[in-house]
């Protein structure tokens, strides 16, 4: 599994770092960025910015984008 956010619909209400920490993070401009072995990957973002998700974090994924309220966190399988 794959994730990617698309910035420009995030809200920055953080739900998806709450909900997957090891795969989300939240930046200094109030938006989400994914993680893929630690480091985020914020340059530049959006779906040029996708970062592969280990199992043991895919049910937290699959939630966070289940109740993004932006709706814009993408999975690709
Ligand atoms: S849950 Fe969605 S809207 Fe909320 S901070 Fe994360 S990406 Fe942004």
Excluded at 41 to 48: F, I, R, S, V
Aim: net charge negative.
């Amino acid at each position: 599994m794959k994730v990617w956010i698309d910035q420009k619909y995030c809200t920055g209400d953080n739900l998806c770092e709450e909900l997957c920490p090891a795969i989300f993070t939240q930046l200094d401009d109030g938006l989400s960025y994914v993680k893929q072995d630690g480091a985020v990957l914020d340059k530049p973002g959006g779906k040029l910015s996708m970062a592969a998700v280990g199992a043991e974090h895919e049910d937290g994924v699959r939630e966070a984008a289940d109740q993004c309220a932006g709706e814009c966190i993408f999975i690709e399988e």
